[in-house]
């Protein structure tokens, strides 16, 4: 077994087609909106992306295979949950967070306005300070399924290191 190495990085990726009538579920909170996304849990593309992220950063399976879509116990389950799981494994792991970086990819609506409620919220779903949460919104400008509105979706980078204190 080779030595652990003191940093590690993990790569989360989601997306889901949107519906008409909202709200729209992302990064854990309900943001008003014309449009929801369709997903057999609450389809939190956000908190997807950071599930994932976090579980690759040990190695670990992977969202659908920890949660899968044909489960009936995962139907309409609160995205929390899955981060919460994903914690869980990276602190079990020896390690801790250290900081995430995000990009929700979405036409509309409009994420602007919620960038700073979001990070407020996914810091503390991480216990990370909001200067150790970056989130950003891009929109397809008109090109493919998400700039024509028809999907949404999110990317995620996490860091973590050895853990340097028990708890």
Do not use: W
């Not at 008003?32 to 997807?48: K, M, N, Q, R, Y």
């Not at 949950?81 to 801790?96: I, K, L, P, Q, T």
Request: aromatic share 2%; with cysteine.
């Amino acid at each position: 077994m080779s030595p652990r190495p003191p940093f590690r990085v993990g790569l989360g990726y989601d997306s889901h087609r949107l519906g008409n009538g909202g709200p729209l579920r992302i990064g854990g909170m309900d943001i008003p909106a014309e449009v929801h996304a369709i997903g057999h849990s609450d389809a939190d593309v956000l908190l997807h992306a950071i599930t994932d992220a976090l579980l690759g950063s040990v190695a670990a399976p992977d969202i659908g295979r920890l949660f899968p879509d044909n489960a009936a116990e995962n139907r309409g389950r609160n995205s929390s949950d899955f981060v919460a799981e994903a914690m869980h494994r990276v602190r079990s792991a020896g390690y801790e967070l250290v900081n995430i970086d995000a990009v929700i990819l979405a036409e509309r609506p409009k994420m602007a306005p919620h960038i700073d409620d979001l990070r407020q919220t996914i810091g503390r779903m991480l216990d990370l300070p909001t200067d150790g949460v970056g989130l950003k919104a891009k929109t397809g400008e008109t090109v493919g399924v998400i700039g024509q509105g028809a999907a949404i979706a999110a990317r995620c980078v996490v860091m973590i290191q050895v853990r340097t204190s028990v708890g």
